[in-house]
């Protein structure tokens, strides 16, 4: 009867009973009762995402940092060295190297790179005796790698089909080696190219793509993407055009070779149309393409092979995957001003949020003290939702943002702090704008750290005074200034120079800034970039769709104070924070999905992501393996 029910309920609530032993008898289970948005999320398609399996992750925060069957046993950052990410320039004198240098011929680094991308294709797709592998050999050495993965498959027992899009005599000798050794082995290829000369063992296809390509993708498991690899100079047009149309309309596996075709191996940008890859090999190194946006997005599941080079051969190279700094542990008899103190220069009559966000951020990112200089009036507004933080009220102007008198105010507050962030919503009005040159540069000759933010950086772009002073400070590694500019705000602190081309030179604008201002510079996106002065480069691989929300970045610039407050270097410090503020909107996005997150969430979910950043075993695997991507084969 009813006691069957509610005694056992009663014996939970006492602890005297498990509560999924209580709850059985009214036919409920702790299990079904636990399931999450996140696990619902798990199971709906990302936009734009083509034929991926969807996998649910059901581990909530407590299994998370217990430990599950989904982890590794061991993880740490430091476990293997960050991958090196080349230019196109860089990897074509890496080629040249390894043979200068080590005598390793150019013929054997190709048939190092076929014959890796053979075998991770015949795990990753399941190749076996039998299975149907179509080859898209276009000119150049990515086609001859296309060659050597034929053989290797037909060698293995697959019926493979080559469709040559080259005039075979323009071939390097290595390629042209493979591409006879292909026609000797008896492997059919159809060629597309018409005006190469007729080939024994090559049919000429008469009726072009629309007649040859849709039939032979029917028949096929898996098509190879051999077709132009990074040495793309050009936007993609006439036959490579439209066979790359109807290779993205198929539904069956595509594997690229090196990178997508039509993806530009410097940049990432899209030359005309692009392949969309299931999965990617690299050779070498990944390169700038591979690893920026769009063209990540393009290459699926990604992995790169050394193709023989020796563990130092890349030592020159000076862009690589971000890797956090490794923290040490927290003092257990420290006290807030153990763990680092800033102040917050931020805020103005309708910009709320931005002060409140990063001030709240350095405190849940694990800094110790938050002080916040904002116009008085707006202070109330303020204290209601983040009340941890410590406010110091500014004089202001009539508009409400802060006044050229509050400069005094601020500097004396200042003095003993770790670190001071100044521009998150403070408004572009002129009197807050001089007021922000004149915090700037005497905190500048201080050496204070200062992490310029926002409408900060619109005061300082373009000052040639300020710049000269900054470049008048150069000592590599100790730099004490960290701007975080979006691509806009990037476009202004380099005199105006488009968007457009900063996205065709992403890499090279982030460190013509980072000279430029003698500064650490954060370029804010998908993937977001890190520079210093030397010439150091840092991708981040954290983050998602989600966190491009109004706020996020002023949860980031709280981060990074936090390491810096910490005592971290700047360049690492800026490294880490980015790297945890992704993570924090990877945890949002586990709980809530991308779509409905906001800089709230992110905020949030800092501090579990601390926990990940101090304990990697509790990430779980598809994060773990993002993260430290790519994976070497």
Same mark, same amino acid.
């Given at each position: ?6 005694? =056992? ?7 005297i009973l498990p509560l999924a032993t209580a709850l059985e008898p009214m036919g409920l289970r702790t299990s079904n009762m636990a399931k999450s948005c996140a696990n619902l ?7 734009? *995402? ?8 059901t581990h909530t925060f407590a299994q998370r940092i217990r430990g599950g069957t989904t982890f590794s046993s061991i993880r740490k950052w430091d476990s293997t060295p960050p991958?090196?990410?080349? %230019? ?18 150019? &013929? ?35 086609? #001859? ?54 080939q024994e063992g090559v049919s000429q296809v008469e009726g072009g793509v629309s007649e040859l390509v849709p039939p032979l993708l029917s028949w096929a498991d898996v098509a ?20 790359? *149309? ?18 530009? #191996? ?13 999965? %990617?090999? +690299?050779?070498?190194? /990944? ?11 393009? #290459? #699926? ?53 931005? =002060? ?36 110091? /009220? ?27 962030? &100044? ?43 300020? &710049? ?88 980031? +610039? ?17 490294? %880490? ?29 800092? =501090? ?26």
């Amino acid at each position: 009867g009813r006691s069957s029910i509610v005694a =056992p309920f009663f014996l939970a609530l006492l602890g005297i009973l498990p509560l999924a032993t209580a709850l059985e008898p009214m036919g409920l289970r702790t299990s079904n009762m636990a399931k999450s948005c996140a696990n619902l999320n798990a199971q709906v398609r990302r936009f734009g *995402e083509k034929k991926h399996k969807t996998t649910t992750h059901t581990h909530t925060f407590a299994q998370r940092i217990r430990g599950g069957t989904t982890f590794s046993s061991i993880r740490k950052w430091d476990s293997t060295p960050p991958a090196k990410v080349a %230019t196109v320039k860089q990897m074509q004198d890496l080629d040249v190297g390894a043979t200068n240098a080590y005598g390793i011929p150019s &013929i054997l680094l190709m048939e190092s790179a076929g014959l890796a991308s053979f075998r991770y294709m015949k795990n990753r797709f399941n190749i076996t005796y039998g299975s149907k592998v179509l080859v898209f050999a276009g000119p150049g050495n990515n086609g #001859g790698d296309g060659f050597v993965v034929a053989r290797h498959a037909y060698a293995a027992g697959a019926d493979v089909k080559v469709v040559l899009m080259a005039d075979p005599q323009s071939y390097k000798p290595d390629a042209r080696t493979n591409y006879e050794t292909t026609i000797k082995l008896g492997i059919p290829i159809f060629s597309l190219n018409k005006k190469a000369p007729k080939q024994e063992g090559v049919s000429q296809v008469e009726g072009g793509v629309s007649e040859l390509v849709p039939p032979l993708l029917s028949w096929a498991d898996v098509a190879v993407d051999a077709i132009f690899g990074v040495g793309l100079a050009r936007d993609v047009g006439g036959t490579f055009r439209e066979v790359i *149309e109807v290779l993205n309309q198929w539904e069956g596996n595509v594997f690229a070779l090196d990178i997508p075709s039509g993806i530009s #191996g410097d940049n990432g940008q899209i030359m005309g149309v692009a392949v969309r890859a299931d999965s %990617t090999i +690299t050779y070498g190194l /990944p390169k700038i393409g591979n690893m920026v946006y769009p063209g990540h997005a393009y #290459g #699926g599941k990604l992995v790169t092979t050394r193709i023989s080079f020796p563990p130092n051969h890349d030592e020159k190279v000076k862009i690589a995957m971000s890797r956090p700094f490794l923290l040490g542990a927290r003092d257990p008899n420290g006290h807030k001003g153990s763990f680092g103190q800033a102040i917050f220069v931020a805020g103005a009559k309708g910009y709320y949020g931005a =002060p409140r966000l990063s001030s709240l951020s350095f405190l849940k990112a694990g800094g110790g003290y938050s002080r916040l200089a904002a116009p008085a009036s707006i202070i109330p507004f303020l204290a209601v939702n983040a009340q941890s933080v410590v406010y110091l /009220p500014m004089p202001e102007t009539k508009s409400g943002s802060l006044a050229i008198n509050s400069q005094e105010h601020i500097l004396k507050a200042a003095a003993t702090q770790n670190v001071c962030v &100044i521009g998150p919503g403070l408004s572009l009005d002129s009197e807050t704008q001089r007021m922000v040159l004149g915090v700037i540069t005497d905190l500048d000759a201080r050496g204070v750290p200062v992490v310029i933010d926002g409408d900060a950086i619109t005061a300082i772009a373009g000052n040639k005074d300020l &710049i000269g002073s900054f470049g008048a400070k150069k000592s590599a590694g100790t730099h004490t200034r960290i701007l975080t500019p979006h691509l806009g705000e990037l476009s202004r602190l380099l005199a105006g120079k488009s968007v457009g081309e900063i996205k065709a030179n992403l890499v090279a604008s982030a460190r013509e800034a980072a000279q430029m201002y003698n500064a650490v510079v954060v370029v804010k996106g998908a993937h977001t970039l890190i520079a210093n002065p030397e010439g150091d480069v840092r991708i981040n691989p954290t983050g998602n769709s989600g966190m491009g929300t109004a706020g996020s970045g002023d949860v980031l +610039t709280g981060c990074i104070a936090a390491m810096v407050a910490k005592g971290i270097p700047a360049f690492e410090a800026a490294v %880490t924070g980015v790297f945890v503020h992704g993570m924090a909107g990877d945890v949002a996005a586990e709980r809530l999905g991308e779509d409905g997150m906001i800089a709230d969430d992110i905020l949030e979910a800092v =501090p579990e992501a601390m926990v990940r950043l101090r304990s990697p075993d509790t990430l779980p695997d598809y994060l773990w393996e993002r993260f430290m991507q790519p994976e070497v084969v």
